[in-house]
């Protein structure tokens, strides 16, 4: 399996577990979004809270130019550790959550 498969293959086993955990309410839905073709990967909720619309990306993620992006994480979890736990190595997470200027002080990639 090459490195880019692997990487999807990360991604996905991640948002399954972390989804899984997600105590939502009777009418919000958790939606995981796996595109592989584009390389985009969300967690999303979708739904209705009384009568206040739900339509939240929990965690994204984008694989591009053989990096795995973590655009949003909205948990008190880790992904970035737990990719490096995984075999990804810290140069290939990019935190797309910060700003350039800040990337290359995260311990990560830096694009």
Known sequence: ???IDQYRNHIQTLLNQYAQDDPVEENIEVQLIFDR????YQWMNVGWQQSKRIYRCIIHFDIKDGKIWLQQNLTDQNPAEELVAMGVPREDIILGLHPPYKRPYTNYGAA
């Open 1 to 3: 399996m090459d490195k």
């Open 37 to 40: 073709d584009r390389d985009h």
